[in-house]
């Protein structure tokens, strides 16, 4: 019961950070937002002059508390404001345009990259010191190279060179996005390229940690013991060891998948792919401060969620979290 | 004379600690030393100046013996804005690792010994900070204040970057705060502070120091990456500025692999260095990981006799 009280305070008051840092960085920053948009787009409506005042507190309208609550407000209401570079979308529809882009590239290139990086990180260390372990510090290598630098080295050689993969953009020019044949297969030609980059550098990572917790797994006794005891060596190693051993990478993973929104915008920039870390970066280049501060909201949202599933995963999975006497 | 010899000595210490690490770590550190050095005297070494055109020049040119690692569509020198950008970058990391390693130090130590609604409180904050998705808060923060200079860059990093450290020190020193000299500590009436710093931080030292690593790591590639996407001053070079004048100016697509390749192996060599010493620290301080002891292989797996008794690892505190 403690630990589900001690968690349900950790998601109000993160939920409650995000929100309140949302609303006062633009508040604390020098410069004033409004000033800012107003010089760079002269043509604004006086509403929506009134409505970005509003925002951002720029115009005396109530004192910072009720501004706050005013804030609130609007997003209880799911009103994130409207955008200024694409003026007069609003900035939830903005979201919701790019968001399943990012979703289903980053998604599927994270699950691909945890199942392979866990899977050979038990041979890593089942087959400890063979060939395969040895070329473990070359793929947590790469993870140390900066992303966008193996990004540009890809799309030189397999995009440029070779002509393998089409880049940049998230389709061929010329389609329209619906549900037929040459869209999709044009969308998953172009996202071969991506995938392949953010697998690449995160895959060193699973395969580590899995690798270092299956050793300390399998030197147990009770591996001993299955294995003395004649058992085939793939029940041991998935029954006995990998079962035990994969605890913390299931809880990176959901962790992990909460990032799949922030940590794409990088690659994004890099592959001018469509999705909402492209729209942060283009907010932030024509200062559209009320999209930035949507797409951050949204961003911090699915961190947050995924950390719920963390924690129901492992209430499911570790007994010692559902005792109680666990920490 | 004396000091002569004093610093002979220290020399001679530091030498025995050196000899003392995993090879990994000892090739870690010689590269980073390198870097180190770089960061120094790199601009003494540059044979042009890194902001310098040459008039006319509208392409980037190849590797010459002028240039050696070629030039920039303007004609700047690959070379000496590479050792000029060293500094820069060098300097970052280890701002935002000793600013953020110290926060970590301070919360996780006193988290873990205080324990109680302190830890209740802290282990919270910590964990908020966990959660907030870094780069896109750095893009949003920094973006309003596109001309701030490196420190401003640092303290913004190490705010965001301290939180993993604090936990593992956390947890390290909640299993320490248990054992029995330290009881023996307090029992003989220690001040709190004394036992924090003299009984329980010597044997936290392997943690910090790869927490630091770690840092300094982070904020590296998360600079670059600012820089890359143009959320820094880019009047000011470094290996990620260099980075994003590259794309920019379309080096990719011109064929100048020269002018991303160099500033980018920098950065990877520079990562791989920290990386290569943080294997080293974790051999150290988990003998499991060691690879050197006596094994046998039965059955394709690798046997080791010498394997320590189990100890029970608070996996769940750990990931939690």
């Known amino acids: 019961m403690k630990f589900v009280l001690r968690r349900l305070v950790f998601y109000v008051v993160a939920v409650w950070a995000a929100v309140t840092a949302n609303f006062a960085i633009p508040r604390v920053m020098p410069g004033n937002a409004v000033d800012t948009m107003i010089s760079r787009f002269p043509q604004l409506s006086p509403q929506s002059l009134h409505a970005l005042e509003a925002e951002f507190g720029a115009g005396h309208h109530g004192s910072l508390l009720s501004q706050y609550f005013q804030y609130w407000n609007n997003l209880l209401h799911f009103n994130l404001g409207l955008s200024v570079s694409q003026y007069p979308s609003k900035v939830s529809t903005i979201i919701g345009q790019t968001l399943p882009w990012t979703l289903t590239l980053v998604g599927t290139a994270t699950v691909i990259s945890f199942v392979l990086g866990t899977l050979f990180g038990i041979v890593a260390a089942w087959r400890r010191g063979g060939w395969f372990d040895r070329l473990l510090p070359a793929f947590t290598l790469l993870q140390a190279t900066p992303y966008f630098f193996l990004a540009l080295?890809?799309?030189?050689?397999?995009?440029l060179h070779i002509k393998l993969f089409p880049f940049g953009q998230g389709y061929s020019v010329g389609l329209t996005p619906g549900w037929n044949g040459a869209f999709v297969g044009s969308a998953i030609t172009h996202s071969i390229l991506p995938a392949l980059t953010i697998i690449l550098t995160s895959i060193g990572g699973w395969m580590l940690q899995m690798?270092?917790?299956?050793?300390?797994?399998?030197?147990?006794?009770?591996?001993?013991?299955?294995?003395?005891?004649?058992?085939?060596?793939?029940?041991?190693?998935?029954?006995?060891?990998?079962?035990?051993?994969?605890?913390?990478?299931?809880a990176g993973f959901a962790l992990s998948l909460g990032f799949v929104v922030a940590g794409a915008l990088v690659m994004e920039i890099v592959f001018s792919y469509p999705g909402i870390g492209l729209t942060l970066y283009n907010a932030v280049t024509s200062n559209d401060y009320p999209l930035l501060q949507g797409i951050f909201l949204v961003i911090s949202l699915a961190v947050l969620s995924a950390a719920l599933l963390a924690d129901i995963a492992y209430v499911f999975l570790d007994p010692r979290a559902r005792g109680g006497e666990a920490h | 004379m004396r000091q002569l010899s004093l610093m002979w000595s220290g020399l001679r210490r530091?030498?025995?600690?050196?000899?003392?690490?995993?090879?990994?770590?000892?090739?870690?550190?010689?590269?980073?030393?390198?870097?180190?050095?770089?960061?120094i005297i790199g601009p003494t070494l540059a044979p042009f100046d890194p902001s310098a055109t040459i008039s006319g020049q509208s392409l980037p040119r190849g590797l010459t013996g002028t240039h050696l690692f070629g030039t920039t569509a303007t004609g700047g020198d690959v070379l000496s804005q590479v050792l000029v950008g060293t500094r820069s970058t060098v300097v970052l990391g280890l701002i935002t690792g000793v600013i953020a390693t110290a926060l970590s130090v301070a919360v996780g130590m006193t988290a873990g010994y205080l324990g109680g609604y302190a830890d209740e409180f802290l282990s919270l904050v910590a964990n908020v900070f966990l959660v907030l998705p870094a780069l896109p808060l750095l893009v949003v923060i920094l973006g309003y204040m596109p001309h701030s200079g490196e420190m401003a860059t640092a303290i913004v990093l190490s705010a965001l970057g301290w939180a993993w450290g604090a936990r593992v020190i956390r947890a390290q020193t909640l299993s320490l705060r248990s054992r029995d000299y330290v009881a023996a500590a307090r029992e003989v009436g220690e001040s709190t502070w004394r036992i924090i710093f003299v009984e329980i931080m010597p044997n936290e030292v392997g943690l910090i120091a790869a927490s630091f690593v770690g840092t300094v790591l982070y904020a590296i590639l998360t600079s670059v990456a600012l820089a890359f996407i143009g959320v820094a001053d880019l009047s000011h070079w470094s290996y990620g500025v260099m980075l994003y004048w590259a794309q920019n100016g379309n080096a990719v697509q011109l064929g100048a692999w020269w002018w991303y390749v160099c500033p980018g192996l920098a950065v990877a060599l520079l990562g791989m260095s920290l990386v290569l010493i943080n294997f080293g620290l974790d051999e150290i301080s988990n003998p499991r990981l060691r690879t050197n002891a006596a094994s046998a292989r039965i059955g394709h797996r690798a046997w080791r006799p010498t394997d320590p008794t189990p100890v029970i690892r608070e996996s769940a505190e750990v990931t939690r």
Do not use: C, H
């Open chain 1, 211 to 250: 690798r270092n917790v299956m050793l300390t797994t399998i030197s147990e006794d009770y591996v001993l013991v299955a294995q003395a005891k004649g058992l085939p060596a793939r029940r041991v190693v998935f029954s006995y060891g990998a079962r035990n051993a994969i605890l913390p990478n299931i």
């Open chain 2, 14 to 39: 530091l030498g025995r600690m050196f000899s003392g690490l995993p090879l990994k770590a000892k090739i870690g550190v010689v590269i980073l030393a390198i870097y180190i050095l770089v960061a």
């Open chain 1, 153 to 159: 080295l890809l799309i030189d050689l397999l995009a």
